[in-house]
């Protein structure tokens, strides 16, 4: 069975992934290493799903014409630079203004990239961060990052 890049990359974000997992483990409180186990936990196991996808869709494209398949095995590059800045964005507004705040406002403006509703994408927004906050920093008592901006301001 012959693999196309997108298999490819899934493969080699699980690889990463374990990585992550097996030097998180490494860490000494638990408190630095339960967000990064919880990450690529759930990454590693959407990666595997996605690549169980991929080469099910093999098998069904096997049957098609040698040129459709060609057509759509064939990377879009675009797509893949557009997917990196949002996750290059998501990771400098973390360091800049903080987790929370960061993912309050990447949660919405992705979602209204994506062409949600506005009811929708406002639900998304106030809850997402809500069960963050009470789930980590009130129920695990961990501390999220605040940001270099918060940091700079309080010191």
């Known amino acids: 069975m012959k ?10 974000l699980m690889i990463v992934m374990v990585f992550i997992i097996a030097w998180s483990l490494g860490m000494k409180s638990i408190e630095s290493k339960l967000l990064p186990l919880i990450v690529s936990g759930v990454i590693l ?14 098998k069904i494209t096997a049957a098609t014409d040698k ?17 990196l800045a949002w996750v290059f964005g998501f990771g400098v507004s973390i360091y800049l203004i903080g987790f929370l705040a960061a993912m309050t406002f990447f ?26 906050y009470f789930g980590f920093y ?13 940091l700079a301001l309080t010191h």
């Open 67 to 83: 040129t459709e398949k060609q057509k759509q095995s064939r990377p879009q590059m675009h797509k893949y630079l557009r997917n």
């Open 3 to 12: 693999l196309n890049s997108n298999s490819y990359g899934f493969i080699f």
């Open 138 to 150: 009130k129920g695990l008592n961990t501390d999220l990052y605040p940001g270099l901006l918060l």
């Open 45 to 58: 196991i959407l990666a595997a799903f996605g690549l169980r996808n991929e080469l099910g869709k093999q």
């Open 107 to 132: 949660i919405f403006a992705y979602m209204k990239w994506l062409g949600t509703s506005w009811r929708m994408a406002i639900i998304f927004t106030i809850v997402t961060p809500v069960i963050m």
